[in-house]
């Protein structure tokens, strides 16, 4: 009988992260100051992070150790399994065998607890008491606030009002975790003052909730604020998911035709998909497949541009595919997926062509998730589904062709949280949100005035 699920043995937990940036044929772009335009220094970046994730979001070494505090902590949910979605195979009667690395096994349910830990832990060894962030759907917010109560740090969530109220028992599991949560914009910054005269009944923006994190996190010694993607040093804790996975395809004597994750602010992604892009470097055939909604398409629509990650530009300037600072996509229901931006590196291994962008529509991604929960059992987060509809697509596309081939997914979080989204489809009332053409071009030539990085 074929395996259905392969587990690692805790003593094959990784050692070490894997830093793509040692890799580059062309180095990354410097992040820039939001005011002077100026590469930014290090010391730029300490009111915000702990000395030691400064040092890893510049770093060029390609191991970077894990603490042993870090593993500690990740052995209570890691090595997560690599399961075989054999019941899907059977539906779509595809000759392509579909694996899904299983994130969703973390506390809090997703991949994010895999960066969310070596932040708590780097910060409380550098004496701060307190960290800020922004959650959107909620899943960093969660994932933080789990990892605060691990290491005794105080944990500050604004949350995107949207989700706020689309998904209130996500905020209940951040108190649980002993947080404070804002829905944001909240009356707390002056960020979130200024976005309430404007529009009361704005739904709120991840970019809103970061200005207000940061502005809380500069205004106090004792606090610093922390990013659930889109950084270097995010992506960099992320890449144990796929280090593991290509243990545990070792184990089965398989390499991967093809790698495929969904796309936020590209940090599940990256996890997956970085170790696998080192072989790619070296020669190794993959194909590897980032997979965002057609509502906040930024790796298929938007320039490469530098950007602010937030609106009141308090952010560093990122070199990165950006929908521009201003745009607040349609409120769609996987909200981990409606921020404006792309990870730097993720961005640039598009440019380098090592990557593949595809977008997809809501209601094609929520049949996929159905068909998995139908076959598998397990629900998929909305945002897992964007990966599940393009994983479908290759393995009908390798039936067609008659071709064996081998997809591996990353199945980043469970939706359990997330059943408002599934009520909605189920009754017939999801629809596939129009983008909003006029505020997107706008929102594109916000970017203007900001400095250009250089063509390839
Ligand atoms: C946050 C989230 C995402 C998207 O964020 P990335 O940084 O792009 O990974 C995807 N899936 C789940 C379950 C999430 O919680």
Not at 66 to 90: C, D, M, N, Q
Not at 140 to 159: K, N, P, R
Not at 313 to 333: D, R
């Amino acid at each position: 009988m074929d395996e259905k699920k392969i587990i690692l043995p805790e003593r094959e937990l990784p050692t070490h992260w894997y830093n793509l940036a040692a890799d580059l044929p062309e180095p990354l772009q410097p992040p820039r100051h939001p005011a002077t335009h100026a590469p930014l220094t290090p010391a730029e970046l300490a009111p915000l992070f702990a000395e030691a994730l400064i040092e890893q979001e510049l770093s060029t070494e390609r191991w970077i150790e894990i603490p042993t505090a870090v593993r500690e902590a990740y052995r209570v949910w890691r090595p997560s399994p690599l399961f075989r979605a054999t019941g899907l195979e059977a539906a779509l009667e595809t000759p392509a065998e579909i694996w899904c690395k299983w994130e969703g096994v973390s506390p809090a349910g997703s991949h994010k607890p895999n960066s969310a830990i070596p932040q708590a832990y780097y910060n409380a060894r550098e004496g701060i008491r307190r960290l800020t962030t922004e959650t959107g759907a909620g899943q960093w917010g969660s994932s933080l606030a789990y990892a605060c109560a691990q290491f005794g740090l105080e944990c500050t969530v604004y949350m995107v009002r949207i989700s706020f109220s689309q998904k209130p028992y996500r905020a209940s599991l951040m108190r649980a975790w002993g947080a404070t949560v804002f829905p944001s914009p909240s009356d707390q910054t002056g960020s979130g003052r200024a976005a309430l005269a404007e529009d009361p009944e704005t739904n709120g923006s991840l970019g809103i909730a970061i200005s207000e994190a940061v502005e809380d996190a500069v205004a106090h010694d004792d606090a610093h604020y922390a990013l659930g993607s889109v950084l270097n040093h995010v992506l960099l804790h992320q890449t144990i998911i796929g280090l593991e996975t290509q243990k545990q395809f070792k184990k089965l004597g398989v390499y991967p035709d093809v790698v495929i994750g969904c796309c936020g602010g590209g940090s599940n992604f990256a996890g997956l998909a970085f170790p696998f892009l080192a072989d790619k470097f070296n020669g190794k055939e993959v194909r590897v497949i980032g997979v965002e909604p057609a509502a906040c398409p930024t790796l298929t629509r938007a320039p490469f541009a530098y950007d602010s990650g937030d609106v009141a530009m308090m952010t560093p300037l990122l070199a990165m595919h950006s929908l521009g600072h201003t745009f607040v996509p349609p409120a769609i229901h996987a909200g981990g997926l409606r921020y404006h931006g792309m990870a730097p590196l993720v961005s640039h291994m598009l440019r380098e062509k090592m990557i593949e962008a595809l977008s997809l529509k809501q209601t094609e991604c929520y049949e996929a998730a159905l068909l998995f929960a139908r076959t598998e059992g397990f629900i998929p987060a909305p945002e897992t589904s964007h990966a599940i509809a393009a994983t479908i697509r290759e393995a009908r596309r390798a039936k067609e062709e008659g071709k064996e081939k081998t997809i591996v997914m990353n199945w980043s979080g469970h939706g359990l949280m997330d059943l408002n989204g599934y009520r909605a489809f189920l009754e017939g009332k999801l629809v596939d949100a129009d983008l909003p053409e006029d505020l997107l071009a706008r929102s594109i030539a916000s970017m203007e005035g900001l400095p250009k990085p250089p063509a390839l």
